[in-house]
Structures are given as structure tokens and as C-alpha cells.
């Protein structure tokens, strides 16, 4: 099956500093999603991308399609956005939503 | 709008004993699954179904039972539970994934400690 790796494992930083998360995929998907989980356990969804670029707010993400991976851009890090951050993808006609390991983000103040 | 719901939210269980977690979404959605999160390993499929009536197996099914009789429920069963089956589980409901543009929701997650 597809596989799904994220870079890097652990990531702190102080706040107001900016952030690159990457995901990498081995084979072409239909959907792409990106997901917080806050510390309390709860997973949001962020983004819904299988191509192309998105914004909302201070976060951001592209994906390029083509050459398999996505990144989750995070500008101005606040403390509210420490948690673990996962990349999951489904393949062409497949319903399986395949997780990565997540990035484990702490924002110190 | 409750989104997708999930009971109960911690259980304790002894080794052979059964249960079932109950997960409602009242969204109208198809597609329901049921994931298990352990430390380290990211969220992993159990179960999944794609409409009332139909279910199929994700990457670790082993010890659990789902049935789909209605679309807005999917429970999840554990037949007789082990120490292995201690995590957090959650589900999850979405209007279909082979769909250009349908998100996923998660509920809440339940935490299961099998002693």
C-alpha cells in the first residue's frame, strides 16, 4: 500500500517564528488532507489538498502532485498551535485515508 | 449540529471481556470509519463503510466487528478484548473520499484501557 512519511518527528520553536512541515507519499492520490491534533486529543482538519496551493490565515500548504509530497507552512507560530500535525492520503478510487507519523509541534512563549 | 459522536469517551476493560463503542454522525454521510491512534504510529484504518449495509476491512482488523445497519450509525465491537487493544480510537465520517473536495470529521475519540 501507500506510504506516507512526514519530516521532521519533532519540532519546537518560539513563538512568532515560522515553520515547514513536509509530507512525502509513494504514489499518486486523489486526496490529501492535513489535520492538528490539539493536546486535548481533538483532530481538525486543515486543509484539503491533493494538488495545488491553499491558504487560510497564517497557515498555508501546497502540494505538487507530481513529485509526491505536500508542505504545511505555519507563519507566526502561536502557542495554540502546538500539537501533532498529520498528513493523510487516499489513492485513486480507493476509500482508505492512509495517516503519516505526524509532526509533533511545541510553540514555547 | 452535533458532527460526529462517540460513546463512550473512557473505558476500563478486563482481558475477555466485550464491548462496543458506539459512533453517530448526523451529517448525512456516507462514508463512516474507525481508526486506532497509539503512540508513535499515527492513526490507523480498523474498519471502514462506504453506505448502510456495506463494510470492509482497513490495515488492522483483527478483534473487531463493525456493522453498518443505518447511515447515520457505526459501531464498533471489540469481541474479546486484549491488552493490545489499549488506545484511543476514533471515528470518523465524511460524504465519500473518492469525492474531489469532501474533508473527513473526526469525533472526539474514545480511550480504551484493557487490563
Known amino acids: 500500500g501507500i506510504q506516507v512519511e512526514q519530516s521532521p518527528p519533532d519540532l519546537i520553536l518560539q513563538e512568532g517564528a515560522n515553520s515547514t512541515l513536509r509530507c512525502n507519499f509513494s504514489d499518486s492520490v486523489n486526496n490529501l488532507q492535513w489535520f492538528h491534533q490539539n493536546p486535548w486529543g481533538q483532530l481538525i482538519n486543515l486543509f484539503y489538498?491533493?494538488?495545488g496551493t491553499k491558504q487560510n490565515g497564517r497557515l498555508s500548504a501546497t502540494t505538487v502532485a507530481t513529485e509526491r509530497y505536500s508542505l504545511l507552512y505555519i507563519s507566526s507560530s502561536q502557542t495554540t498551535d502546538s500539537g501533532v500535525y498529520f498528513c493523510?492520503?487516499?489513492?485513486?478510487?480507493?476509500?482508505?485515508?492512509?495517516f503519516g507519523k505526524g509532526t509533533k509541534l511545541t510553540v514555547n512563549p | 449540529n452535533a458532527g460526529v459522536t462517540q460513546t463512550p469517551k473512557f473505558q476500563v476493560l478486563k482481558t475477555g471481556q466485550s464491548m462496543t463503542l458506539q459512533c453517530a454522525q448526523d451529517?448525512?454521510?456516507?462514508?463512516m470509519s474507525w481508526y486506532r491512534q497509539d503512540p508513535g504510529m499515527g492513526l490507523r484504518l480498523i474498519h471502514y463503510?462506504?453506505?448502510?449495509?456495506?463494510?470492509d476491512q482497513g490495515e488492522v482488523p483483527n478483534g473487531y466487528n463493525v456493522s453498518r445497519s443505518t447511515t447515520e450509525d457505526f459501531p464498533l465491537r471489540l469481541l474479546s478484548a486484549a491488552p493490545s487493544q489499549t488506545s484511543v480510537y476514533f471515528c470518523?465520517?465524511?460524504?465519500?473520499?473518492?469525492?474531489?473536495?469532501?474533508?473527513?470529521?473526526f469525533g472526539e475519540g474514545s480511550w480504551l484501557t484493557v487490563v
Open positions: 463503510s462506504v453506505g448502510a449495509g456495506i463494510t
Open positions: 489538498i491533493p494538488s
Open positions: 493523510a492520503v487516499a489513492q485513486g478510487g480507493s476509500e482508505k485515508l492512509v
Open positions: 470518523a465520517s465524511s460524504s465519500g473520499l473518492r469525492l474531489s473536495g469532501n474533508t473527513i470529521y
Open positions: 451529517m448525512n454521510h456516507e462514508y
